[in-house]
């Protein structure tokens, strides 16, 4: 059965109108605007500016952020507090406006959408872009084993599957088998070196530097934990945590217990890390599980050497040569702690600097988007063919 936003796009080619393909990006309720959230809004915006006639963009938001100032895309906006509420705010937007394409983030979220919008008689084309880590997504309740026990059954209903990284589209490809294809496609990340450049006095220094927000996720008590040693061994060190969460207070105490005040700083919440990044000797990562590595490509952007844990997914398909960063085991202080010492020891090298801003080029919003625009396009090709 065609679907009721394939039935629209083949009327227009048929009419031999030039109409663009009506694209909606679906925002999951969030109290921060960060991962998910500014991946959309820098895609959005790009295609609706660069690719103009071709697309018409709209996101749909579930919550109000500051940081949304005039956009080039559509802003809708519904209610919805959880996971279970998106399907329904979805509807309502689609009741309002049909779309060639919807672009919905992580499984759980499109696979709900889907079988909400199949109940109420529709066959929207739903694309699932997958940020996160599915192997953790599946196991943290009840709810989330049994809609994952459906994963091979509802790939083949998706008009898209897209991962940003090389690591999770193996992974997402083993979980849902053959009746689909996963295809890589990197987030657009802001080339911060754009604005600074790493001065001679923060690499002669040894403050380390992390970005994300405070949550176990990002392992930031795995951080402070193995920067104890560091201290141990150069008293100056320092390590700044830029980002706000829920594991903030524990920190805190965390920080106190280790006698780390002086070298360990919770700077809060920062819209640019230029500016932090710019003061820093390297940048440090600890995080448990990821999807992509925003963060480490803003950094490596400015050119800084990066310390990560080799967790899923992310860190391993940036960090691939020894110029751009050291790679440490997961969940080890230890092993951390001795990466980032080494990295205190290594000479910085000018020629360094410059690998890691261009490798980092190759996450820079314009050639990202481009590869999703020649995506969608092919998506609506095969939807039309």
Same mark, same amino acid.
């Given at each position: 059965?065609?679907?009721?936003?394939?039935?629209?796009?083949?009327?227009?080619?048929?009419?031999?109108?030039?109409?663009?393909?009506?694209?909606?990006?679906?925002? !999951?309720?969030?109290? #921060?605007? =960060?991962?998910?959230? @500014?991946?959309? +809004?820098?895609?959005?915006?790009?295609?609706?500016? %660069?690719?103009?006639?071709?697309?018409?963009?709209?996101?749909?938001?579930?919550?109000?952020?500051?940081?949304?100032?005039?956009?080039?895309?559509?802003?809708?906006?519904?209610?919805?507090?959880?996971?279970?509420?998106? !399907?329904?705010?979805? #509807?309502? =937007?689609?009741?309002? @406006?049909?779309? +060639?394409?919807?672009?919905?983030?992580?499984?759980? %979220?499109?696979?709900?959408?889907?079988?909400?919008?199949?109940?109420?008689?529709?066959?929207?084309?739903?694309?699932?872009?997958?940020?996160?880590?599915?192997?953790?997504?599946?196991?943290?309740?009840?709810?989330s084993r049994l809609l994952f026990s459906f994963v091979r059954l509802a790939a083949p209903y998706f008009a898209g599957v897209i991962a940003v990284s090389p690591g999770l589209a193996k992974r997402a490809q083993a979980m849902m088998g053959d009746k689909c294809r996963v295809l890589f496609m990197p987030n657009p990340v802001r080339q911060l070196g754009d604005r600074v450049r790493v001065s001679e006095a923060a690499l002669a220094g040894r403050n380390f530097v992390t970005v994300a927000r405070l949550a176990y996720q990002k392992g930031h008590d795995i951080a402070v934990a193995a920067f104890r040693k560091v201290v141990d061994a150069y008293p100056d060190a320092t390590l700044t945590l830029v980002g706000e969460g829920p594991e903030r207070a524990k920190l805190e105490d965390m920080i106190e217990r280790l006698d780390l005040r002086d070298n360990v700083t919770l700077k809060g919440m920062v819209s640019d890390p230029s500016a932090e990044l710019g003061a820093a000797r390297a940048f440090v990562t600890a995080s448990r599980w990821e999807g992509f590595g925003v963060s480490i490509v803003e950094a490596m952007s400015v050119g800084l050497p990066v310390v990560a844990a080799r967790c899923d997914f992310g860190p391993e398909d940036l960090i691939t040569r020894p110029e751009l960063g050291i790679l440490t085991p997961p969940n080890d202080p230890d092993a951390l702690a001795d990466a980032m010492i080494r990295q205190l020891a290594q000479e910085p090298r000018a020629e360094d600097v410059d690998l890691r801003r261009q490798e980092a080029a190759e996450s820079a919003r314009d050639a990202v988007v481009a590869r999703h625009a020649a995506y969608l396009l092919q998506l609506q090709r095969g939807l039309v063919s």
């Amino acid at each position: 059965m065609l679907s009721s936003s394939k039935d629209a796009m083949t009327s227009r080619l048929n009419e031999g109108e030039a109409a663009p393909i009506r694209v909606l990006y679906v925002v !999951p309720p969030s109290n #921060q605007f =960060a991962g998910i959230e @500014r991946v959309t +809004d820098e895609l959005a915006n790009a295609l609706a500016r %660069n690719d103009n006639p071709r697309f018409d963009v709209s996101v749909l938001y579930f919550r109000d952020y500051a940081e949304v100032v005039d956009p080039a895309y559509t802003v809708l906006r519904e209610e919805a507090q959880r996971t279970r509420d998106i !399907p329904g705010g979805l #509807q309502k =937007a689609l009741a309002k @406006r049909d779309f +060639d394409l919807v672009v919905i983030p992580q499984f759980e %979220n499109a696979f709900l959408s889907l079988v909400r919008d199949r109940l109420a008689g529709r066959r929207t084309n739903i694309v699932l872009h997958l940020h996160g880590n599915p192997e953790v997504e599946r196991v943290v309740s009840a709810k989330s084993r049994l809609l994952f026990s459906f994963v091979r059954l509802a790939a083949p209903y998706f008009a898209g599957v897209i991962a940003v990284s090389p690591g999770l589209a193996k992974r997402a490809q083993a979980m849902m088998g053959d009746k689909c294809r996963v295809l890589f496609m990197p987030n657009p990340v802001r080339q911060l070196g754009d604005r600074v450049r790493v001065s001679e006095a923060a690499l002669a220094g040894r403050n380390f530097v992390t970005v994300a927000r405070l949550a176990y996720q990002k392992g930031h008590d795995i951080a402070v934990a193995a920067f104890r040693k560091v201290v141990d061994a150069y008293p100056d060190a320092t390590l700044t945590l830029v980002g706000e969460g829920p594991e903030r207070a524990k920190l805190e105490d965390m920080i106190e217990r280790l006698d780390l005040r002086d070298n360990v700083t919770l700077k809060g919440m920062v819209s640019d890390p230029s500016a932090e990044l710019g003061a820093a000797r390297a940048f440090v990562t600890a995080s448990r599980w990821e999807g992509f590595g925003v963060s480490i490509v803003e950094a490596m952007s400015v050119g800084l050497p990066v310390v990560a844990a080799r967790c899923d997914f992310g860190p391993e398909d940036l960090i691939t040569r020894p110029e751009l960063g050291i790679l440490t085991p997961p969940n080890d202080p230890d092993a951390l702690a001795d990466a980032m010492i080494r990295q205190l020891a290594q000479e910085p090298r000018a020629e360094d600097v410059d690998l890691r801003r261009q490798e980092a080029a190759e996450s820079a919003r314009d050639a990202v988007v481009a590869r999703h625009a020649a995506y969608l396009l092919q998506l609506q090709r095969g939807l039309v063919s």
